[in-house]
C-alpha cells in the first residue's frame, strides 16, 4: 500500500503562487490523466469506505473536484452520489450557505431533498486546506438531519490547519502535506 500511494503522490503536480501569490497549489490533473494511478487511488477510497463506514447510504461530492473522485467511488460501492454545488446551479428547493477558503469566499448549495434524515453519508472532495469548504458542506447536510461518518479527501494541507475547524466530524486523508 506504500507502493500505491507513492504512485499517488508522484502524480500531484506543484504550482507556486497559483490562483494567487503565497499559494502553492496542489493540481491533481496528472492523476486523473494516468489511468493506473486513478484507478489506484480509487481502490485506495473504497478499501478505506469499506473498512471505516461500512452502513453508508451516500457519497456526497463537493463541486468541482469531489465530482471526479465520488462518482466513480460511489460506483463501487454501489451507491448513490449527491452533488454539493456552487451557488445558483442546483434547481427546485436549496439549502445554502457561504464560507470562505484558502483564496476567496463562495456560497454552496445542496438540494433540499437530497438527503433523507438519517441517512448515512461521506463527504468526499479532492483536498482539505483551511477546511472551510468541507465545513460548510458539512452544515449543509446536518441541516438535513444527515449522519455524516466521515469527511475524505485525497490531500490534507497540514499547515493550513482544517482539521481544526472539522472538530470532532471524523476525517481521513490519503496524502499529506505541510
Ligand atoms: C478547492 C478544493 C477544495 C477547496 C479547499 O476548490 O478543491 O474544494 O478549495 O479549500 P479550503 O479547505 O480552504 O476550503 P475551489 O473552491 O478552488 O473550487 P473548484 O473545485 O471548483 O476549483
Ligand atoms: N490545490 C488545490 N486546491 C486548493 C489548494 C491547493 O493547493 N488550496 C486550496 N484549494
Do not use: W
Request: charged share 30%; aromatic share 6%; glycine share 8%.
Amino acid at each position: 500500500s506504500q507502493e500505491r500511494l507513492r504512485r499517488i503522490r508522484d502524480r500531484v503536480r506543484p504550482f507556486p503562487d497559483f490562483p494567487e501569490p503565497g499559494v502553492l497549489f496542489r493540481d491533481i490533473s496528472p492523476l486523473l490523466k494516468d489511468p493506473v494511478a486513478f484507478r489506484t487511488l480509487i481502490d485506495l477510497l473504497e478499501d478505506h469506505v469499506r473498512a471505516s463506514c461500512p452502513k453508508i447510504d451516500l457519497i456526497v461530492g463537493l463541486d468541482s473536484r469531489g465530482f471526479l473522485i465520488g462518482p466513480p467511488l460511489a460506483q463501487r460501492l454501489g451507491i448513490g452520489f449527491v452533488p454539493v454545488r456552487k451557488k445558483g446551479k442546483l434547481p427546485g428547493a436549496t439549502e445554502s450557505i457561504s464560507y470562505s477558503l484558502e483564496y476567496g469566499k463562495a456560497e454552496l448549495e445542496i438540494q433540499s431533498d437530497a438527503v433523507e434524515p438519517g441517512q448515512k453519508v461521506v463527504i468526499v472532495d479532492d483536498l482539505l486546506a483551511t477546511g472551510g469548504t468541507m465545513c460548510a458542506a458539512c452544515e449543509l447536510l446536518k441541516r438535513l438531519k444527515a449522519e455524516i461518518l466521515e469527511c475524505l479527501v485525497i490531500i490534507e494541507l497540514k499547515s493550513l490547519k482544517g482539521l481544526e475547524k472539522l472538530n470532532s466530524i471524523p476525517f481521513y486523508s490519503l496524502l499529506q502535506y505541510d
